[in-house]
């Protein structure tokens, strides 16, 4: 990471998936915020760009789903990674191909999301520079 | 295959404990209803082909799925089956919130770490329940709560309020009564130190110094003693300090504990880093005569400065005059008494025993994965007692991380990257110990990275001294990963090369969270895993995780002629497994009557230069098509692992350690008789029967009066591959046959199968090897049956047990290593 840390949202309704990425990603530089309420994290996209998101699919109150096309109608450059049940995966894959820069089944490990984290960054930073 | 199925779910669960992968509630969920189905499947299918001889199977399974499920559902339901009271050494792991924080890393310190605790017991959160329930006190302080939350009162009335009812109210007399019991357990007058154990409390949070200790009670001042440590649970600092840390609408819990006095000539605490000084790289002792509050309440003590790195030097020392002591009072309490001038000039702490605590400190450290603080206390003879120890504070780095931790370590080279799978996430850095054989292991330095070329099941003796574990061969799911996981040791298997590049005595750094091993002791990435703010062993899912796992995973039963070899033995959903797999194949023995009731099976009869009655069975793959007839050859046969024994079994030479008889054929016929009654054989044994399958095999063979049981699975995908091989019976004696136990279990175990034995039995089991692997082993049991078939006669003397190991470890040497 050079210049600007970038910044990335981790939206799970459990509480151990926050816990455990947001170390997980700041030990490689990024600046991570998490929520497990969508409805707050939806208060947070109003003002703030995150350049990626990563979130659940199913949850109470908002779900995955309506959450990520609103952050995508927001800010269209914000990547964003599902991480859903392995059950829900095609289901999800099928559902909305479009605006979704990966998908991952959980459980994952941890260097798997580290990855495709890495991939995103990559991208973003090919997209600026 | 259910039976497969859910071996590979347990596998799976096994592994996620390891901190590698991310889970949440929901899978722990969905595992644990599959196996629930598979097993109610299982269960169903034994009673189907033995017409419903396995009933017990049912409520046997509910005895065992009703908690599991209690465990998913509730979080802090404390069922009314849990005890009010738990002695220290048998207190159940994971559960905080029953025995509070600082009793709950007692439990791990003694069953883990085995150093030496103070006895005693604690006094759980279900006791503080029923006190409150007993006295009514739940709805009133939860008003005077709310009314301090509103701003009605300050804290110190609410506190006032609240303590006063909880000192005036009765300790329920079932609870009184499992107090007496315990504390008149001890011989003779026990004076006790009661501590305070509140849920939270030395766990993320600190609560150090805000609830009470009393120190040196006389038996009978207990439970004035247990009410007063309640009473600080709301304590006008408590309170404060549980509103500052948003946990005021939790319900707060404490559970008590209580260890016998350590009359000490001196005591004191470590930090495993000091905070105060400059210099990371050491810890610190503090020491004072007497009882310990003297360090705690900061007055002054010595002052030790010590090397973290061994050999750890000393770097400083403050001795500092002492005037007064602390000591228990004649009829309980502590009292201040002078210090004899001669004495007050003299360090608390001796050498030898500085160099214990030390040793005692980073082994902590290591367990915990946090700064520690430790409180130790040297009695009057001179030995050291561990009292307590919790995790330090340290306050944050001033600078946060600037980009990739892994930047931050580029300067030191990287050995080996990419390489081999994560059994337990972490980092751990010390000198490279080579382990190959059992006396590698005595020389194992404390704190060593252990180094080996497979994950044999001997080497769990030395987990809880290493620092990390490399091995080139071995899977996650195997009993070394288990045992690296239970102590928390970062270890990563299938590391290909390894032992050729990190050499003996090499200092390194392994990090499994990013599976790179660095050369040096990479310093930054050491601290900053220390002051990172989460451990992953500690979190609520893990220890749930860990909780479902020791109701699914042990195997306990081996034996099945043991009488607890039954659905009411099974102590686990592992044992439940075993029971069916066992009983089926005996089912499956019974053959005329099963072919009977599956009619049109083929049985096939094997044709071999080794004339044994084999009849063999194929579930589908196992034979070539176009088989005519009853009987087949080993030509026709297309079962891999039966293929790989039968290498072994008709190899030259393996059915005797002398010359090949000229009539090998009439010695092998009157050996493999039948015989139609033998002492601790089943008696379903009539015949060999093989049932097979392409990758799969299970065989029975009754040679003469030994019994041999061989569960095996040989394909290309490793996750799958594991053997299961049981040997029992002989006609000698029992000393001659136990004789023969031990020959087995020493050659087994070279080849890295875990071996348990009992009496005249052997079970030994590897898991999860590369194809050719099983194969070679596969290949060394079809030796070994034979090698040991007529051993009974010949091992006369217990000297007679190494030269036969040798005389088949000439021929046949261990993989990977050699002959050790």
């Known amino acids: 990471m050079t210049t600007q840390k970038l910044k990335i949202m981790v939206l799970d309704d459990e509480p151990i998936v926050c816990n455990r990425l947001k170390p997980a990603l700041e030990k490689l530089g990024y600046e991570v915020d998490t929520f497990t309420q969508s409805i ?78 890495a991939k995103a960054a990559a991208k973003i930073q090919q997209a600026g520079g | 295959m259910d039976n497969q199925r859910a071996m590979e779910l347990i596998a799976d669960l096994g592994e996620k404990s390891g901190g590698e992968y991310i889970f949440d509630r929901k899978y722990l969920l969905d595992v644990t209803g599959e196996l629930h189905n598979l097993l109610l499947h299982l269960v169903k299918g034994l009673n189907l082909i033995g017409e419903n001889r396995y009933l017990d199977l049912y409520p046997a399974l509910d005895r065992l799925l009703l908690p599991l499920e209690a465990e998913l559902r509730g979080r802090l339901r ?26 709950n890393a007692l439990g791990e310190i003694i069953r883990r770490l085995h150093f030496p605790v103070p006895p005693g017991f604690v006094i759980t959160t279900r006791a503080y329940r029923r006190f409150l329930e007993q006295n009514h006190l739940e709805e009133r302080i939860h008003a005077w709560l709310e009314a301090w939350i509103a701003g009605e009162d300050d804290e110190r009335q609410t506190a006032r309020h609240i303590q006063y009812s909880l000192l005036a109210g009765v300790i329920p007399q079932d609870v009184a009564r499992e107090i007496r019991r315990q504390a008149e357990a001890e011989d003779g007058e026990v004076f006790w130190a009661v501590r305070s154990s509140a849920y939270g409390e030395d766990g993320e949070l600190s609560f150090a110094g805000l609830h009470e200790s009393v120190l040196n009670v006389p038996p009978k001042g207990i439970f004035e003693a247990y009410k007063k440590v309640l009473a600080s649970l709301y304590s006008p600092e408590a309170l404060i300090y549980r ?37 990371p790289d050491c810890l610190v002792i503090y020491g004072a005569l007497g009882l310990g509050r003297t360090v705690a309440e900061g ?226 990435l050491i601290q900053y895993e220390l002051m990172q703010a989460t451990v992953f062993e500690e979190a609520p899912e893990f220890r749930l995780l860990r909780r479902l796992l020791k109701r699914i995973a042990p195997l306990n039963l081996i034996d099945p002629q043991d009488p607890e ?176 136990v031990q020959l087995l279990a020493q050659i087994l175990s070279r080849f890295h199968f875990k071996v348990d034995t009992k009496g005249d039995l052997v079970v030994a089991r590897v898991l999860h090897l590369p194809q050719e692997e099983i194969g070679r082993r596969l290949q060394l049991l079809g030796r070994l049956i034979g090698f040991t078939r007529q051993l009974d006669i010949r091992l006369r003397h217990d000297e007679d047990i190494t030269q036969y190991v040798e005389a088949f470890l000439q021929q046949y040497s261990p993989p990977g290593d050699g002959p050790q």
């Open chain 2, 565 to 740: 070899f039954s659905p009411a033995g099974c102590k686990s959903l592992h044992d439940v497994i075993r029971f069916v797999h066992e009983k089926a194949v005996q089912e499956l023995m019974d053959l005329p009557r099963f072919l009977k009731r599956f009619k049109g099976t083929q049985v096939w009869t094997l044709v071999s230069e080794v004339p044994m009655d084999l009849k063999i069975l194929d579930l589908g793959g196992g034979v070539e098509a176009p088989a005519q007839g009853s009987r087949i050859t080993m030509e026709q046969i297309r079962s891999l692992p039966l293929k790989a024994l039968w290498a072994g079994v008709s190899s030259p030479g393996a059915w005797s350690t002398e010359p090949i008889p000229v009539d090998f054929k009439g010695l092998m016929s009157s050996l493999t008789k039948t015989l139609a009654e033998a002492p601790g054989v089943t008696p379903y044994a009539r015949f060999n029967l093989a049932v097979i399958s392409e990758t799969y095999m299970n065989l029975h063979l009754r040679l003469g009066y030994h019994f041999n049981l061989v569960d095996a699975r040989l394909g290309p995908d490793q996750v799958h591959n594991h053997i299961y091989f049981r040997f029992v019976g002989g006609v000698t004696d029992l000393t001659r046959r136990s004789r023969r």
């Open chain 1, 40 to 117: 707050d994290a939806m208060q947070k996209i109003q003002g703030t760009v995150y350049d990626i998101i990563i979130t659940d699919l199913k949850m109470k109150g908002i779900d995955g789903m309506k959450f990520l096309q609103e952050a995508k109608k927001r800010a269209p450059e914000t990547e964003v990674i599902v991480i859903t049940g392995f059950a829900t995966l095609e289901t999800a894959k099928e559902s909305f191909q479009r605006g979704v820069f990966d998908f991952i089944a959980k459980p994952f490990k941890l260097s798997e999301i580290q990855q495709v984290v």
């Open chain 2, 299 to 524: 007055r002054a003590a010595d002052r030790f400065l010590v090397e973290r790195d061994s050999p750890h030097r000393l770097k400083g020392e403050e001795i500092s005059p002492k005037e007064t002591l602390l000591r228990p009072g004649a009829g309980g309490g502590v009292e201040e008494a002078a210090v004899p001038p001669e004495e007050g000039q003299r360090p608390s702490l001796p050498e030898s025993a500085r160099e214990t605590l030390v040793h005692w400190a980073l082994a902590l450290e290591r367990y915990f994965k946090r700064p520690q603080e430790v409180e130790w206390a040297l009695d009057a003879a001179g030995n050291l007692w561990l009292l307590q120890s919790r995790s330090l504070l340290v306050p944050k780095p001033a600078a946060p991380l600037l980009g990739d931790i892994r930047e931050s370590c580029s300067h030191y080279p990287i050995l080996i990257r990419d390489q081999g799978n994560v059994a337990h996430a972490g980092v751990g850095s010390g000198p490279v110990c080579l382990v190959t054989s059992s006396e590698d292991m005595d020389r194992f330095p404390e704190g060593a990275i252990l180094l080996t070329p497979y994950t044999a099941p001997w080497l769990t003796r030395i987990i809880p001294r290493a620092a990390g574990l490399i091995a080139e061969r071995g899977s996650t799911a195997g009993h070394l990963a288990t045992i690296a996981r239970e102590f928390r040791v970062p270890a990563l298997v299938g590391v290909e090369k390894a032992t050729e590049i990190l050499k003996p005595e090499m200092e390194i750094t392994l990090d499994t969270h990013h599976r790179l091993i660095y050369a040096g002791q990479v310093k930054e």
């Open chain 2, 78 to 103: 404390l069922s009314g089956e849990l005890p009010y009271v738990i002695p220290l050494v048998d207190l159940p792991l994971d559960r905080p919130d029953l025995t509070g924080g600082k009793a």
């Open chain 2, 243 to 279: 509103q500052k840390m948003g946990m005021i609408g939790e319900e707060a819990a404490m559970a008590v504990l209580c260890q016998e006095m350590i009359p000490s000539q001196a005591s004191g605490m470590l930090h495993t880093l000091d905070p105060a000084a400059a210099d």
